[in-house]
């Protein structure tokens, strides 16, 4: 299904005026755009894996990265991990945002502010954001959406990286070269494994864990635009 945001917007103007537009129309769009860049960064990816793989040719990994006669192609190989960690980084921590961003869209799109005391943008969570829709059973659907934020396994291993690089130290990437001739993908990107506050992940490839990340928070963004106009309407 299709969300249509201009009617949403125009429907939270026409409840409670143009000032409560203009803040949900940035933070819907702020929602739109973080999806789209971390669709961005994720195809970057792809593309610097495929040229990299191009120009790898048939040779082993071990000689551009450790053995290269030529120091340059050493020296071009560490920079493109430096690119790919650079739009890992950025891909997971614009993920990461979204759980935030969703929080705020909803809240301002039903103007929350009207239960309890006013929020202002630096007090805005998932959190507050569930406890004042659970004041009205209508709003139970949307609650839901945005508490299975918490729930997806996907989004939870982003919401680990991204806490991770941000608090502690970023789990670098490393590549992986299949030599059995077995493997779909000759070259893979992997997440190493890491501990976050007690809670152990394990390596994954950034297939396995950014391609479902996206889908789930775009198609939740969505999901909850949808469920916005109806409770608008």
């Not at 409670?16 to 940035?26: E, H, I």
């Not at 933070?27 to 040229?51: G, K, P, W």
Request: some cysteine; glycine content about 4%.
């Amino acid at each position: 299904m299709i969300w249509d945001t201009q009617a949403t917007l125009d429907l939270v103007q026409k409840q409670f005026g143009r000032k409560q537009r203009d803040a949900a129309y940035v933070c819907v769009s702020s929602v739109n755009q973080r999806v789209r860049y971390a669709a961005f960064h994720y195809a970057t990816i792809e593309a610097e894996l495929n040229a990299f793989q191009t120009k790898l040719g048939d040779r082993h990994l071990f000689e551009v990265s450790h053995g290269a006669d030529d120091e340059q192609e050493e020296h071009d190989y560490y920079e493109f991990m430096d690119r790919v960690g650079a739009h890992a980084v950025a891909c997971v921590q614009s993920i990461h945002a979204l759980e935030d961003l969703l929080s705020a869209m909803v809240y301002r799109c039903l103007n929350l502010d009207t239960i309890g005391a006013a929020l202002d943008e630096h007090q805005l969570s998932l959190q507050k954001t569930v406890t004042r829709l659970g004041h009205d059973p209508k709003y139970a659907k949307v609650m839901s959406l945005l508490q299975s934020l918490q729930t997806d396994n996907s989004f939870a291993h982003v919401d680990a990286l991204s806490n991770k690089a941000k608090h502690s130290a970023i789990v670098r990437p490393w590549i992986s070269q299949d030599q059995t001739g077995t493997r779909a993908d000759p070259l893979l990107f992997f997440f190493g494994e890491f501990e976050r506050r007690g809670t152990p992940y394990p390596q994954v490839t950034f297939k396995d864990v950014l391609v479902p990340a996206l889908a789930f928070v775009a198609r939740t963004r969505t999901d909850i635009g949808i469920e916005l106009t109806a409770l608008l309407t």
